[in-house]
């Protein structure tokens, strides 16, 4: 009997040549797989299973991880505020630990020999499904075709054509990973310093014009309805998606560190999660302290940091977002927004949990809470020792 290896498919150019090769080169029985986290159509899927089997395994499986997708990770960096070198929302980084996770699980529902996936030697992707496999399936081989190959696009297009099977160069010719959390762009202009995307290489094309008003409702920190509409979070990010990212929103290239040292660029759309994210940071802002405030910043920086690099199984991990949790207690409200083309601008919060009530004043106004004794005395304790400081070293 053939051994089995469970593949890592989305049918493009990568895992396509994968499903050949493991099976043609390697004599192995190749089961493919396919994580959904809320990035394709029931159309989509249809096409890329029929497409596994055109190209030879020996079955085929959709596995939808949508909503664990935003129970484990979306949910905490929607409470972090998570933007990578303020600006990526680990649109791939944290769909790559997810899909990673749950191709473990199915190597192990079907008691495969092997895993495999299309990485390439020259990025993020490989180390995060490397290391997983290791922490989850240690027993289980991984192989790399791409990787270990060290193979061109071209290479590999001739390869399939040279086993019956076209693939377009055109089609080879940008990289697109769609997610419920932002689709990335990779292409020849993101491997440059000084060029930028084309307008046709973004997926979404910008067709909105007119201003529009839209209100975000979060309850505990979790966006859950979409004007007046209580959808919950994946719908509502998913709506959100179709109605913000026609306006170019959410648009951007990301110029950060890789895990294996070297500088990266991707461009990436992520309408939703960008206006999410500033909607829910303004909210805290209203209803949570300055130290809360202050500590959320820095332990979800290293959440985000080490979610990038793949790090998720690491019990720091859920620690860290324990506190998150603990923090989004009184982080309910609406929060209203305005769409232009390119840009989105957030204009006030509603919450019972406002702690900038007139109650206790009105800031540069009236102090309805203290006197102004009450200040002065504050003022004189609360700069006493560096006033000493000062005194004591005469400057």
């Known amino acids: 009997m053939k051994k089995k290896v469970v593949l890592a498919f989305s049918g493009g150019l990568d895992t396509s040549f994968c499903a050949i090769y493991l099976s043609k080169d390697m004599g192995l029985e190749v089961h493919s797989v396919i994580v959904n986290t809320g990035g394709f159509s029931e159309d989509e899927l249809k096409q890329i299973e029929a497409r596994a089997y055109e190209l030879g395994v020996a079955s085929h499986a959709t596995v939808d991880e949508t909503q664990n997708y935003y129970n484990e990770s979306i949910k905490y960096l929607i409470y972090g505020n998570v933007?990578?070198?303020a600006?990526?929302?680990l649109s791939v980084s944290a769909e790559r630990v997810?899909?990673?996770t749950a191709i473990?699980?199915?190597?192990?529902k079907i008691d495969a020999n092997f895993v495999a996936h299309g990485s390439t030697g020259a990025g993020n992707d490989q180390v995060r499904f490397d290391m997983?496999?290791?922490?989850?399936?240690?027993?289980?081989?991984?192989?790399?075709?791409i990787r270990d190959l060290k193979l061109s696009r071209e290479s590999e297009i001739d390869y399939l054509h040279n086993h019956g099977v076209t693939y377009s160069a055109e089609k080879a010719k940008y990289s697109i990973n769609k997610g419920i959390w932002g689709t990335s762009v990779g292409g020849k202009e993101t491997l440059t310093s000084h060029e930028t995307l084309p307008e046709e290489a973004w997926p979404t094309q910008v067709t909105a014009s007119e201003s529009r008003r839209i209100t975000i409702e979060f309850e505990k920190g979790e966006p859950v309805a979409l004007d007046g509409e209580r959808l919950g979070p994946v719908k509502v990010i998913q709506k959100l998606q179709s109605i913000a990212q026609p306006y170019g929103i959410g648009r951007d290239i990301h110029v950060g560190d890789t895990i294996i040292g070297i500088k990266g660029r991707v461009g990436f759309e992520a309408a939703a999660p960008v206006v999410i994210i500033k909607a829910h940071h303004t909210l805290e802002k209203h209803t949570l302290t300055k130290w809360q405030l202050s500590w959320k910043d820095q332990l979800a920086?290293?959440?985000?940091?080490?979610m990038h690099e793949g790090q998720f199984h690491d019990p720091i991990m859920r620690d860290i977002e324990a506190f998150l949790q603990s923090s989004q207690e009184m982080v309910s409200g609406q929060v209203f927004v305005e769409l232009n083309p390119y840009r989105f601008n957030i204009i006030g919060v509603e919450s019972k949990h406002d702690l900038m009530s007139s109650k206790f004043g009105s800031y540069g106004e009236m102090n309805n809470a203290w006197t102004g004794e009450d200040v002065k005395g504050f003022s004189k304790i609360f700069g006493n020792q560096v006033m000493i400081w000062h005194k004591v070293n005469k400057l």
């Open 87 to 89: 600006t990526y929302p």
């Open 98 to 100: 997810c899909q990673a």
């Open 132 to 145: 997983i496999f290791n922490i989850l399936i240690p027993d289980v081989e991984i192989i790399t075709p």
């Open 301 to 306: 920086s290293f959440y985000g940091n080490w």
């Open 83 to 85: 933007l990578k070198n």
């Open 104 to 108: 473990a699980n199915y190597v192990k």
